[in-house]
């Protein structure tokens, strides 16, 4: 997370309870099975229809931007959303209507738009949580797996 006054005022009130911060990153884009597909960079400036069924749908569609691809149009279903006809539809007339290369969802929504028939390559973006205090997770690991 960013900075702010709780940035300041968590640990302050935390004592000598250990406190860290994080953010998620995008690291690569993934193939419908799930190999990657290739570095971030190497998709860059390509066009894009984005699609997510989380609980924060803009977050995701910023990530991909920030990452460099053009996201020609943002779907947001609804989180835990399952895929269907009327779905497939909707992603398609989105694909023509921009000219888009490729589908980018999230590696959830992935896994449920495998069957998926699309005329486009359907990717997810791999993201992955980086601790802005990495010294800390020696403590976490031996406070999660101790024996008391």
């Known amino acids: 997370t960013g900075g702010g006054p709780a940035a300041e005022e968590i640990p302050r009130r935390a004592g000598d309870i250990p406190v860290f911060t994080s953010v998620f990153a995008p690291t690569r884009l993934l193939q419908a099975d799930g190999t990657p597909a290739g570095a971030l960079a190497e998709f860059s400036g390509r066009r894009v229809v984005a699609c997510a069924g989380i609980a924060r749908p803009e977050q995701f569609f910023w990530m991909l931007e920030e990452a460099g691809l053009e996201v020609a ?56 949580l980086r601790l802005h205090q990495p010294g800390l997770l020696p403590l976490l690991r031996s406070r999660i797996t101790r024996k008391d």
């Open 73 to 128: 149009d943002r779907i947001a279903f609804a989180d835990h959303q399952t895929y269907g006809d009327e779905e497939v539809r909707r992603i398609a007339g989105a694909c023509r209507a921009t000219g888009a290369e490729m589908v980018v969802a999230t590696e959830k929504d992935l896994v449920k738009m495998q069957e998926l028939k699309l005329d486009i390559p359907i990717r997810a973006l791999e993201i992955e």
